[in-house]
């Protein structure tokens, strides 16, 4: 192995390590989910109970796909990448902190469903949503820009598809904002529909 | 390393990272099932509380046993993937999701295990394996369908070894269920024999 | 590669894929322990509520240790096994089951000592050690036996010195079992002299 | 590959497996301290309840950004070590039990601030990094102490500036224990500043 093929694996392995901490992360933040699900409070026949905590599974459902992909996407980004700065660590530290968040408003959402505040948690659930979007983006956008961090051997089209699909993330769940004012449920299922058709759709590169 | 061995290399990566996701959330998803256990509120000789809560320990040992082999058969079918695609990664995803949400069942069932309603809880637990048994197989039939993302050298003994093997696992776990409908104690008595039988005999390959 | 070396490798992967699983429930085992830090229900200056739950301190730093030696433990047999059958895996499951569990009598330990009941507590936790050590004792005795699972250029010395160390585990947690029946403190503090002095000491073979 | 190479590839393997445990240690006490937040007991408005716990916001905000500075602190540590033993690895030990209890005074600062006992909770915050960040020097001073453990092929000013920012951590954050004893809002300022300006002007070496 000469020098530049030594210096190069020494970058790699340090983007790995970077992306396997970030895999860490992301994979303890969709399990730790479940944690939400519980029955609640009082008494009553156990199948009531059950059925009662739907929204705790359907916010649990749409949250665990939405990380799911926003995985992907974080794969997706790392894939090219092929040098690190302090800017682009602290940005990506950002984004699994606002990742890890969104157990949160899953709670708040769950909590909410269907009671005279659900406008609210759909707000705040939906936001969080606009907000990593933006992250996302400004992540991407300062390793892309002039191919600052990126192999020079990537393929430009596929880091053109990324700029591409990413724009449109904020518009997409701001969206998913303005419905929630209006319709929560419409809100959801408009989010469970991106997730899905992003995770069918989406540019893997396999 | 030539231009085919260098593509083989990244698709392996990209398959070992998806697996590795994977068995970090199981990981994790094994490990929060001790958070089940607690003390019941109240007062009272420790002795007796930590006796009471025997259906806690039980529940705990059932799931922690289960995940494992889940965690085995996964592994099973990831050593011979050597392709994704995305549906495949949606499927492998609905898979992690009902996989942590065992989590709750298994609380459910050590909250009501001696209780009236034991058998809803009963109906429950089971009934998440027969789903969870039921994406097995979904996700091992679109792999290996006309071996679509098998890898081309495996030996077809053992992937008709696992087809064989998974078809079961829904029909076993709907007895767990109907066996659920008349006598719990016996219908987790029959999955704990499941999951031991098919620890100690599953062809591992190794 | 030739065939035999390739067939190697391919078992390597998978002792390193088993190991691999252990080490992140161990590592989630570990970091779970900090949840059972709570502030206690009710009032009071803030000073006070801190001091008084140093039973809660104790408790961490006794169990948090404890697992990191026993995290040494497990890597110290995986780094001479190079052959996985069924039962090995089945009784490494019930290792990690048990370590996962230490999480549940480290809460009532911190919850018990200096009440009443501390002499139950203690022996249960104690007693929790002793049954983790006799499985450590099982695992060990199984893979070493006549060196079946055990790499066949493995250190003759290192593999006696292990069987050496681990022989005693019980009768060191047996006696923390005896000493919690008459003093509580004094069996804690055996148990964080056994991990301080193990720690220090052990044949790691770096 | 000769001997020695051989050894060199066996102990970078085995210092690379007390990293990675590290690793997923550290990756699960930064994603657990989202289950910190969490709307208050009682009712009202769900706008002023989410707006109400701003400290828990903060509090998650700090603590998550100074266990991520943490981790490449730890990163680079482990980029020159090159040799291990029992001492190192009770000191690193040590050191995760730290800043996985890093946790509970993130829970405690939540809970109080603003409250009448603020500084006390302020000065608990603190203090746990003036400890944490002694543990690190003695952990890098041991380690680099005539280069015991260390690479002999690491860069000697790499080695003095890693020393010397060390240093300063447990007077920085003795400056922040000496400001919550004033003002608690102006000592978690100078700590935000702290791990922003470390993040983004520390020497990493990528």
Redesign the interface.
Known sequence: MNAEASREAG?EK?TG?IE??S?????????????E???PEGEG???ER?LEIWPSYFA??LS??TI?VM??NH?QIFKVIK?????F??LN?LL??LI??V??PT??LA??LGEA?EK??GV?YAGTFVVTAIIYNLLWRYASHNGRLLDTKADPTYIRSITNSYRFGPIYYGIAVVLALFNVPLSLIWQLGLV?FY????N?K?
Chains 1, 2, 3, 4 share one sequence.
């Open positions: 970058i340090e390590r396997a901490f895999d860490g992360v992301l994979a303890i933040a969709i399990t730790l989910l479940v944690l699900i519980r029955l026949a156990l199948t059950l649990y459902l665990f796909i799911g995985w992907l794969h040098r690190l700065d302090n800017t660590i602290l530290t699994l902190l890890t968040f157990n949160f709670i708040v909590d909410y505040d609210v948690a705040f899905v995770g069918l759709t989406g893997r396999f």
